[in-house]
Protein backbone atom coordinates (compact mmCIF):
# COMPACT_ATOMS: atom_id res chain seq x y z
CA UNK A 1 0.00 0.00 0.00
CA UNK A 2 0.91 3.72 -0.63
CA UNK A 3 2.62 5.46 2.35
CA UNK A 4 0.32 8.78 3.31
CA UNK A 5 3.32 11.19 3.82
CA UNK A 6 2.70 14.16 6.25
CA UNK A 7 1.55 17.52 4.07
CA UNK A 8 4.34 19.81 2.46
CA UNK A 9 3.39 23.47 3.75
CA UNK A 10 4.83 25.14 0.59
CA UNK A 11 2.15 23.46 -2.05
CA UNK A 12 -0.43 24.57 0.87
CA UNK A 13 -2.28 21.01 0.45
CA UNK A 14 -4.01 20.00 3.91
CA UNK A 15 -3.80 16.56 5.57
CA UNK A 16 -7.42 15.75 4.51
CA UNK A 17 -6.46 16.49 0.79
CA UNK A 18 -3.37 14.25 1.18
CA UNK A 19 -4.93 11.85 3.11
CA UNK A 20 -7.53 11.49 0.33
CA UNK A 21 -5.18 10.81 -2.96
CA UNK A 22 -3.21 8.20 -0.81
CA UNK A 23 -6.02 6.30 -0.04
CA UNK A 24 -7.46 6.78 -3.82
CA UNK A 25 -3.85 5.45 -5.10
CA UNK A 26 -3.95 2.67 -2.59
CA UNK A 27 -7.10 1.28 -4.15
CA UNK A 28 -6.23 1.78 -7.05
CA UNK A 29 -3.51 -0.72 -6.88
CA UNK A 30 -4.90 -2.76 -4.25
CA UNK A 31 -7.85 -2.70 -7.15
CA UNK A 32 -4.81 -3.28 -9.87
CA UNK A 33 -3.49 -5.75 -8.03
CA UNK A 34 -6.55 -8.35 -7.49
CA UNK A 35 -6.90 -7.56 -11.23
CA UNK A 36 -3.58 -9.28 -12.31
CA UNK A 37 -3.70 -11.95 -9.52
CA UNK A 38 -7.19 -12.94 -11.00
CA UNK A 39 -6.06 -12.89 -14.56
CA UNK A 40 -3.46 -15.04 -13.76
CA UNK A 41 -5.40 -17.39 -12.03
CA UNK A 42 -7.63 -17.56 -15.00
CA UNK A 43 -5.00 -18.37 -17.51
CA UNK A 44 -3.30 -20.98 -15.02
CA UNK A 45 -6.69 -22.67 -14.73
CA UNK A 46 -7.39 -22.44 -18.63
CA UNK A 47 -3.97 -24.00 -19.74
CA UNK A 48 -4.39 -26.71 -16.91
CA UNK A 49 -7.91 -27.26 -18.83
CA UNK A 50 -6.30 -27.14 -22.40
CA UNK A 51 -3.44 -29.60 -21.41
CA UNK A 52 -6.23 -31.83 -20.24
CA UNK A 53 -8.74 -31.60 -22.96
CA UNK A 54 -5.95 -31.89 -25.44
CA UNK A 55 -4.36 -35.38 -23.33
CA UNK A 56 -7.93 -36.91 -24.07
CA UNK A 57 -8.02 -35.94 -27.66
CA UNK A 58 -4.67 -37.83 -28.08
CA UNK A 59 -5.69 -40.77 -25.45
CA UNK A 60 -9.33 -40.79 -28.21
CA UNK A 61 -6.92 -40.51 -31.39
CA UNK A 62 -4.76 -43.34 -29.84
CA UNK A 63 -7.87 -45.81 -29.48
CA UNK A 64 -8.97 -45.47 -32.63
CA UNK A 65 -5.40 -45.90 -34.05
CA UNK A 66 -5.34 -48.94 -32.15
CA UNK A 67 -8.87 -50.31 -32.91
CA UNK A 68 -10.02 -50.28 -29.44
CA UNK A 69 -13.37 -50.70 -28.89
CA UNK A 70 -16.21 -51.13 -26.07
CA UNK A 71 -16.11 -55.27 -26.97
CA UNK A 72 -12.65 -55.56 -26.43
CA UNK A 73 -12.42 -53.53 -23.34
CA UNK A 74 -15.20 -55.73 -22.01
CA UNK A 75 -13.24 -58.81 -22.94
CA UNK A 76 -10.25 -57.71 -21.81
CA UNK A 77 -11.30 -56.88 -18.26
CA UNK A 78 -12.93 -60.43 -18.42
CA UNK A 79 -9.37 -62.55 -18.99
CA UNK A 80 -8.15 -60.74 -15.73
CA UNK A 81 -8.90 -63.74 -12.79
CA UNK A 82 -9.81 -62.30 -9.81
CA UNK A 83 -6.80 -62.77 -7.68
CA UNK A 84 -5.29 -60.27 -9.90
CA UNK A 85 -7.85 -57.87 -8.59
CA UNK A 86 -7.64 -59.34 -5.19
CA UNK A 87 -3.64 -58.39 -5.35
CA UNK A 88 -4.37 -55.08 -6.66
CA UNK A 89 -6.31 -54.19 -3.67
CA UNK A 90 -4.29 -55.69 -1.33
CA UNK A 91 -1.47 -53.65 -2.45
CA UNK A 92 -3.68 -50.44 -2.33
CA UNK A 93 -4.03 -51.00 1.47
CA UNK A 94 -0.45 -51.43 1.75
CA UNK A 95 0.59 -48.81 -0.24
CA UNK A 96 -1.58 -46.23 1.69
CA UNK A 97 0.09 -47.08 4.68
CA UNK A 98 3.05 -46.80 2.79
CA UNK A 99 2.05 -43.38 2.04
CA UNK A 100 1.33 -42.44 5.82
CA UNK A 101 5.35 -41.99 6.17
CA UNK A 102 5.29 -39.12 4.09
CA UNK A 103 3.25 -36.93 6.70
CA UNK A 104 5.15 -38.80 9.56
CA UNK A 105 8.57 -37.58 7.73
CA UNK A 106 7.51 -34.21 7.45
CA UNK A 107 5.48 -33.89 10.98
CA UNK A 108 8.72 -35.53 12.41
CA UNK A 109 11.12 -33.35 10.60
CA UNK A 110 9.00 -29.74 11.58
CA UNK A 111 9.19 -31.51 15.43
CA UNK A 112 5.55 -30.98 16.00
CA UNK A 113 3.69 -33.54 18.64
CA UNK A 114 0.32 -35.52 16.58
CA UNK A 115 -0.97 -38.80 17.16
CA UNK A 116 -0.60 -41.67 14.36
CA UNK A 117 -4.02 -41.90 13.74
CA UNK A 118 -3.97 -38.56 12.91
CA UNK A 119 -1.32 -39.07 10.70
CA UNK A 120 -2.48 -41.56 8.62
CA UNK A 121 -6.27 -40.26 8.47
CA UNK A 122 -3.88 -36.47 7.12
CA UNK A 123 -1.74 -38.74 4.65
CA UNK A 124 -5.09 -41.42 3.44
CA UNK A 125 -7.30 -37.99 3.17
CA UNK A 126 -4.80 -36.14 1.41
CA UNK A 127 -3.09 -38.42 -0.97
CA UNK A 128 -6.78 -40.19 -2.09
CA UNK A 129 -7.97 -36.40 -2.80
CA UNK A 130 -4.92 -35.47 -4.48
CA UNK A 131 -5.00 -38.73 -6.86
CA UNK A 132 -8.58 -38.15 -7.79
CA UNK A 133 -8.87 -33.88 -8.20
CA UNK A 134 -5.46 -33.34 -7.89
CA UNK A 135 -3.04 -31.51 -5.94
CA UNK A 136 -3.92 -27.95 -6.42
CA UNK A 137 -7.71 -28.37 -6.38
CA UNK A 138 -7.81 -31.46 -3.94
CA UNK A 139 -5.10 -32.91 -1.66
CA UNK A 140 -3.63 -29.38 -0.41
CA UNK A 141 -6.93 -27.88 0.04
CA UNK A 142 -7.87 -30.67 2.50
CA UNK A 143 -4.37 -30.96 4.09
CA UNK A 144 -4.52 -27.48 5.03
CA UNK A 145 -8.24 -28.02 6.92
CA UNK A 146 -6.96 -31.06 8.88
CA UNK A 147 -3.62 -29.88 9.76
CA UNK A 148 -4.97 -26.31 10.61
CA UNK A 149 -7.55 -27.76 12.49
CA UNK A 150 -5.05 -30.07 14.87
CA UNK A 151 -2.77 -26.64 15.44
CA UNK A 152 -0.50 -26.57 12.40
CA UNK A 153 0.23 -22.52 11.36
CA UNK A 154 -0.21 -21.40 7.74
CA UNK A 155 3.97 -21.42 7.50
CA UNK A 156 4.28 -24.90 8.77
CA UNK A 157 1.33 -26.44 6.31
CA UNK A 158 3.63 -24.22 3.69
CA UNK A 159 6.70 -26.12 4.98
CA UNK A 160 4.72 -29.65 5.44
CA UNK A 161 3.93 -29.70 1.72
CA UNK A 162 7.39 -28.64 1.02
CA UNK A 163 8.69 -31.91 2.21
CA UNK A 164 6.25 -33.71 1.05
CA UNK A 165 6.95 -32.84 -2.25
CA UNK A 166 11.01 -33.29 -1.68
CA UNK A 167 9.90 -36.64 -0.34
CA UNK A 168 7.51 -36.77 -3.72
CA UNK A 169 10.56 -35.90 -6.03
CA UNK A 170 13.27 -38.37 -4.07
CA UNK A 171 11.66 -41.68 -4.71
CA UNK A 172 10.79 -40.84 -8.50
CA UNK A 173 14.55 -40.01 -9.58
CA UNK A 174 15.51 -43.37 -7.63
CA UNK A 175 13.54 -46.05 -8.72
CA UNK A 176 13.74 -44.00 -12.60
CA UNK A 177 17.45 -44.07 -12.12
CA UNK A 178 17.83 -47.45 -11.06
CA UNK A 179 15.39 -48.71 -14.21
CA UNK A 180 17.19 -46.94 -16.67
CA UNK A 181 20.51 -48.17 -15.65
CA UNK A 182 19.85 -51.64 -14.19
CA UNK A 183 16.82 -53.13 -15.40
CA UNK A 184 15.47 -53.78 -19.23
CA UNK A 185 12.79 -51.28 -20.21
CA UNK A 186 11.70 -51.87 -23.68
CA UNK A 187 10.55 -48.46 -25.29
CA UNK A 188 8.75 -47.76 -28.95
CA UNK A 189 11.49 -46.25 -30.86
CA UNK A 190 9.80 -43.17 -31.07
CA UNK A 191 9.44 -42.98 -27.46
CA UNK A 192 13.17 -43.67 -27.03
CA UNK A 193 13.96 -40.89 -29.85
CA UNK A 194 11.82 -38.03 -27.66
CA UNK A 195 13.85 -38.77 -24.40
CA UNK A 196 16.95 -36.55 -26.47
CA UNK A 197 19.25 -38.36 -24.46
CA UNK A 198 20.13 -42.53 -23.85
CA UNK A 199 18.00 -44.20 -21.28
CA UNK A 200 21.19 -44.84 -19.02
CA UNK A 201 22.47 -41.24 -19.01
CA UNK A 202 19.06 -40.18 -17.78
CA UNK A 203 19.40 -42.52 -15.40
CA UNK A 204 22.85 -41.43 -14.25
CA UNK A 205 21.71 -37.65 -13.70
CA UNK A 206 17.94 -39.16 -11.63
CA UNK A 207 21.12 -41.26 -9.57
CA UNK A 208 23.28 -38.08 -9.34
CA UNK A 209 20.39 -35.82 -8.08
CA UNK A 210 19.45 -38.56 -5.03
CA UNK A 211 23.39 -38.77 -4.09
CA UNK A 212 23.66 -35.04 -3.97
CA UNK A 213 21.03 -34.71 -1.89
CA UNK A 214 21.82 -37.53 0.46
CA UNK A 215 25.48 -35.87 0.27
CA UNK A 216 24.00 -32.21 1.12
CA UNK A 217 21.99 -33.63 3.67
CA UNK A 218 25.05 -35.45 5.36
CA UNK A 219 27.39 -32.60 5.21
CA UNK A 220 25.18 -29.36 5.59
CA UNK A 221 24.20 -28.77 9.30
CA UNK A 222 23.37 -25.03 9.36
CA UNK A 223 19.39 -23.79 8.11
CA UNK A 224 20.18 -22.45 4.19
CA UNK A 225 19.33 -18.96 4.13
CA UNK A 226 17.98 -17.06 0.64
CA UNK A 227 16.90 -13.56 1.63
CA UNK A 228 13.97 -14.44 4.03
CA UNK A 229 13.75 -18.05 3.39
CA UNK A 230 15.45 -20.39 5.51
CA UNK A 231 15.90 -24.04 4.99
CA UNK A 232 17.02 -26.90 7.51
CA UNK A 233 17.82 -29.80 5.78
CA UNK A 234 16.59 -33.02 7.25
CA UNK A 235 18.74 -35.35 9.35
CA UNK A 236 20.96 -38.44 7.07
CA UNK A 237 18.58 -40.46 8.32
CA UNK A 238 15.55 -39.01 7.78
CA UNK A 239 16.63 -38.47 4.39
CA UNK A 240 16.86 -42.17 3.79
CA UNK A 241 13.89 -42.76 5.03
CA UNK A 242 12.65 -39.84 2.74
CA UNK A 243 14.15 -42.25 -0.42
CA UNK A 244 12.77 -45.80 1.05
CA UNK A 245 8.98 -44.42 1.66
CA UNK A 246 9.04 -42.40 -1.86
CA UNK A 247 10.53 -45.40 -3.56
CA UNK A 248 8.43 -48.19 -1.76
CA UNK A 249 5.02 -46.05 -2.91
CA UNK A 250 5.67 -45.95 -6.50
CA UNK A 251 6.94 -49.45 -6.76
CA UNK A 252 3.39 -50.21 -5.05
CA UNK A 253 1.76 -48.37 -7.02
CA UNK A 254 2.87 -49.28 -10.18
CA UNK A 255 2.68 -53.06 -8.95
CA UNK A 256 -0.98 -52.22 -8.92
CA UNK A 257 -1.29 -51.76 -12.02
CA UNK A 258 0.80 -54.18 -13.63
CA UNK A 259 -1.55 -56.55 -11.76
CA UNK A 260 -4.63 -55.34 -13.40
CA UNK A 261 -2.88 -56.16 -17.11
CA UNK A 262 -4.41 -60.07 -18.11
CA UNK A 263 -1.76 -62.40 -17.68
CA UNK A 264 -1.15 -63.37 -21.06
CA UNK A 265 0.43 -60.22 -22.37
CA UNK A 266 2.72 -59.48 -18.77
CA UNK A 267 5.49 -61.09 -18.21
CA UNK A 268 9.29 -61.02 -18.83
CA UNK A 269 9.03 -63.04 -22.22
CA UNK A 270 10.36 -60.56 -25.61
CA UNK A 271 6.53 -60.57 -26.59
CA UNK A 272 4.92 -59.41 -23.53
CA UNK A 273 5.29 -56.53 -21.29
CA UNK A 274 7.72 -56.32 -18.05
CA UNK A 275 7.33 -54.61 -14.90
CA UNK A 276 10.01 -52.37 -15.11
CA UNK A 277 8.69 -50.81 -18.33
CA UNK A 278 5.43 -50.19 -16.71
CA UNK A 279 7.26 -48.94 -13.98
CA UNK A 280 8.87 -46.44 -16.22
CA UNK A 281 5.69 -45.51 -18.13
CA UNK A 282 3.87 -44.79 -14.76
CA UNK A 283 6.58 -42.40 -13.55
CA UNK A 284 6.88 -40.36 -16.71
CA UNK A 285 2.53 -39.86 -16.39
CA UNK A 286 3.06 -39.09 -12.66
CA UNK A 287 6.09 -36.50 -13.63
CA UNK A 288 3.75 -34.94 -16.18
CA UNK A 289 0.61 -35.05 -14.29
CA UNK A 290 2.22 -32.85 -11.35
CA UNK A 291 3.92 -30.37 -13.74
CA UNK A 292 0.85 -30.07 -15.73
CA UNK A 293 -1.20 -30.13 -12.69
CA UNK A 294 -4.20 -31.52 -14.32
CA UNK A 295 -6.54 -32.92 -11.66
CA UNK A 296 -6.11 -36.44 -11.16
CA UNK A 297 -3.36 -36.95 -14.35
CA UNK A 298 -6.55 -37.66 -16.48
CA UNK A 299 -5.80 -38.49 -20.14
CA UNK A 300 -1.78 -37.93 -18.86
CA UNK A 301 -1.54 -41.67 -17.89
CA UNK A 302 -3.54 -43.02 -20.22
CA UNK A 303 -1.51 -41.22 -22.85
CA UNK A 304 1.38 -41.93 -21.56
CA UNK A 305 0.53 -45.67 -20.90
CA UNK A 306 -0.98 -46.07 -24.63
CA UNK A 307 2.51 -44.22 -26.37
CA UNK A 308 4.72 -46.56 -24.00
CA UNK A 309 3.57 -49.89 -24.17
CA UNK A 310 2.73 -52.10 -27.39
CA UNK A 311 0.18 -51.07 -29.70
CA UNK A 312 -1.04 -54.28 -30.36
CA UNK A 313 -2.86 -54.75 -26.66
CA UNK A 314 -4.03 -51.11 -26.13
CA UNK A 315 -7.43 -52.60 -25.18
CA UNK A 316 -5.82 -54.60 -22.46
CA UNK A 317 -3.54 -51.56 -21.58
CA UNK A 318 -6.41 -48.75 -21.39
CA UNK A 319 -8.69 -51.87 -19.36
CA UNK A 320 -6.04 -51.96 -16.68
CA UNK A 321 -5.61 -48.14 -16.43
CA UNK A 322 -9.78 -47.80 -16.18
CA UNK A 323 -9.18 -50.78 -13.65
CA UNK A 324 -6.49 -48.77 -11.91
CA UNK A 325 -8.24 -45.49 -11.25
CA UNK A 326 -11.44 -47.60 -9.97
CA UNK A 327 -9.08 -49.77 -7.06
CA UNK A 328 -6.27 -47.40 -6.57
CA UNK A 329 -8.25 -43.76 -6.95
CA UNK A 330 -12.08 -43.79 -6.04
CA UNK A 331 -12.21 -46.74 -3.37
CA UNK A 332 -9.30 -44.78 -1.61
CA UNK A 333 -11.21 -41.34 -2.22
CA UNK A 334 -14.46 -42.62 -0.36
CA UNK A 335 -12.38 -43.52 3.07
CA UNK A 336 -10.95 -40.32 2.70
CA UNK A 337 -14.42 -38.44 2.28
CA UNK A 338 -15.69 -40.47 5.33
CA UNK A 339 -12.93 -39.69 7.21
CA UNK A 340 -12.57 -35.61 6.45
CA UNK A 341 -16.71 -36.00 7.19
CA UNK A 342 -15.83 -37.59 10.74
CA UNK A 343 -12.82 -34.79 11.30
CA UNK A 344 -15.77 -32.28 10.42
CA UNK A 345 -17.97 -33.68 13.17
CA UNK A 346 -15.71 -33.41 15.75
CA UNK A 347 -14.48 -29.97 15.18
CA UNK A 348 -18.03 -29.13 14.81
CA UNK A 349 -18.72 -30.47 18.57
CA UNK A 350 -15.83 -28.50 19.74
CA UNK A 351 -16.66 -25.45 22.36
CA UNK A 352 -16.34 -22.25 20.98
CA UNK A 353 -13.53 -21.35 22.81
CA UNK A 354 -11.24 -24.27 21.92
CA UNK A 355 -11.57 -23.63 18.20
CA UNK A 356 -10.88 -19.74 19.21
CA UNK A 357 -7.82 -20.87 21.25
CA UNK A 358 -5.90 -23.01 18.84
Not at 106 to 126: C, D, E, Q, W
Not at 215 to 238: G, M, N, T, Y
Not at 289 to 294: C, F, L, Q
Request: net charge positive; hydrophobic share 50%.
Amino acid sequence: MSEISPPDPQKGSSPQTQSSSGTSASSTGTSSGRVVSRLGESAKITAILAIMFFAIWFVKNKLQAQDVTLDKLKLAISNIPWYHFAIALVLTILNYLVLTGYDWIAVRHLKKKLPMSKIMAGAVVGYACGNVFGWLLGGNAVRYRLYSSWGFTLLEIIAFVSILSITFWLGLFLLAGIAFVILPIRLPEKTLEMLQLSPNTWGYIFLSCVAGYLLSCLVVRKPIRFRDFEVALPPFKLSLMQLCVSAGDFFLASTVLYSLMPPHIIGPGPEQINFSTVLIAYITAQIGAVISHVPGGYGILEGVLLGFLPHAVGAEVFAAVILFRIVYYFLPVIVAGLIFLYNEHRIGRRPPEMLHGR
